[in-house]
């Protein structure tokens, strides 16, 4: 007699398989799914999917009104969530590049990605008594999203009007998603000349055969956890191989965007396509931008960069074990006052009028202020001294101290690294723009005491520049310029 007794799983009450499955990932419900009727009803329910919305999207999903379930809704902007979950991301355009800011719009049910842009205001000028040669500008730029077009809209039109690039290409994830960007103010109806954009995936380039010679983005001076080739080959990445077959070969850290401009004929009902264009897209993984106790600085910054504009910047607090070795040119500025030489502007890092350190000094202030120098970024540094009457006084104060000088090497420790997430002719996307290789006690030049910048710590720094038509970051294009002043009017954090 066959065995018709139940599974023990599936004898479980309901309650308990469905909290069980609230663990699963996305392939291993599918997979159990399939394996009968009971927990392919249980894989159904509404209530994990909803979990899976939940993780793509910060603060509280919400469900448009014209889809039922959340499974549903999961669905249709599979696997193309990555890019509201990350949020950020960074192109590869020719020296200036762009950051666009992804976000789920529950209204109109689509992923949509706008440029992040970012307008200098008036500045006011202030004197500096360290040095009256010295002009300060204070800089507080207006900081939003450009909402007249978006960069990426993935909405059910474009999903419905996806087809393969080429007839080579017949699975979903090779397929290159059309997407409407016109302008809102765009007039209705034909147009005779239009600007198409088109989203492809992309598959990650292993790091085994990584160097610094291959082109790739994001460069090796980001982070990221999964790097693709960004160097267009002659296919123009339409073939199958430069692009997913299954998800375990999807880059979860760029994409790709083709466009071009498209002509129409209207008399001859023929359309002529020319100068296409492709950008590549990365990301950051969270931990790289997210600040904390012990790492106050780091975070995605607006500089000032005079007459190049605003500028977006990722800056980074590394410990110890975390910092590379400093590019051969940084170390050879920071070194040439050792050797009693001198560093050309014209030619490598630049460090700042050095003094001879006295030592961790305590001053009173209110560490507000701002400072000079076109690469360095500024955070404030605010220390109040308290008065000591009597020995129990004295003592708590005493610990109070030692906590206070704990918990300072713990924040002031490690390497302050500036990389350009947008850029210049001079210095492009991707490359270092000044870099503090230690802002604890062994980098420390002074606690300034004058009023402008009183209370701030500046330490020693090396800055990145360069002449129109910037080509290596490695040769002599590392100059002795400023040093990082830690005082918060000089740049904006913007996470």
């Not at 003094?355 to 701002?370: C, L, T, V, W």
């Not at 001294?385 to 713990?410: F, M």
């Not at 294009?477 to 913007?494: K, L, P």
């Amino acid at each position: 007699m066959a065995d018709t007794s139940v599974p023990p799983f599936i004898a479980l009450p309901s309650e308990l398989i469905h909290h069980i499955l609230c663990y699963l990932p996305l392939c291993d419900l599918l997979s159990i799914s399939l394996v009968n009727r009971a927990l392919h009803a249980h894989a159904q329910q509404d209530t994990l999917w909803h979990a899976f919305v939940q993780f793509e999207i910060p603060g509280p999903a919400k469900r448009p009104s014209t889809i039922a379930t959340w499974r549903e809704l999961y669905k249709q902007h599979h696997p193309y969530w990555f890019l509201v979950r990350n949020k950020i991301w960074f192109a590869d355009t020719p020296h200036t590049g762009k950051l666009i800011i992804a976000r789920y719009d529950h209204r109109i049910n689509a992923i949509e990605a706008y440029t992040l842009v970012a307008e200098r205001r008036q500045p006011s000028f202030q004197s500096w008594s360290y040095n009256p040669d010295a002009i300060i500008h204070t800089f507080n730029p207006r900081i939003r999203l450009d909402l007249n077009a978006p960069v990426v809209r993935l909405n059910e039109a474009a999903y419905v009007s996806a087809t393969p690039a080429t007839r080579l290409c017949p699975r979903r994830l090779q397929f290159e998603i059309p997407m409407d960007t016109a302008s809102s103010s765009s007039p209705p109806g034909r147009q005779s000349a239009a600007i198409h954009s088109t989203l492809l995936l992309t598959r990650p380039w292993p790091s085994t055969i990584t160097t610094s010679a291959t082109p790739i983005w994001p460069p090796l001076t980001l982070p990221s956890t999964q790097r693709t080739r960004n160097d267009t080959p002659p296919s123009g990445f339409y073939q199958p191989s430069s692009k997913p077959s299954t998800l375990p070969d999807l880059c979860m850290s760029a994409f790709r965007l083709r466009k071009w401009m498209e002509f129409s004929a209207r008399p001859l009902g023929v359309s002529m396509r020319v100068g296409e264009d492709m950008a590549t897209f990365a990301t950051l993984p969270h931990a790289a931008y997210t600040p904390t106790a012990q790492k106050p600085w780091q975070g995605i910054w607006c500089g000032d960069y005079a007459g190049h504009g605003c500028e977006f910047l990722v800056v980074r607090q590394l410990d110890a074990e975390e910092a590379g070795p400093l590019p051969a040119r940084a170390e050879w500025a920071l070194s040439a006052r050792q050797r009693g030489g001198s560093v050309s502007s014209t030619g490598s890092w630049s460090t700042a009028q050095e003094e001879e350190a006295p030592g961790y000094i305590e001053e009173n202030g209110d560490g507000g202020g701002n400072g000079g120098g076109d690469d360095a970024g500024q955070v404030v540094r605010s220390e109040v001294a308290s008065p000591v009457s009597g020995l129990e006084e004295a003592v708590h104060d005493k610990a109070d101290n030692k906590n206070q000088q704990d918990s300072e090497s713990a924040v002031y420790s490690g390497r302050l690294e500036a990389i350009k997430l947008t850029g210049d002719p001079n210095i492009p996307r991707g490359e270092y723009t000044f870099i503090a290789p230690d802002i604890g006690p062994a980098g420390l030049l002074r606690i300034a005491n004058e009023e402008v910048f009183k209370g701030a710590r500046i330490v020693k720094s090396v800055g990145h520049i360069a002449a129109r038509g910037f080509r290596d970051g490695r040769s002599r294009t590392w100059c002795r310029v400023v040093g990082v002043c830690m005082a918060d009017a000089h740049g904006q954090m913007i996470t």
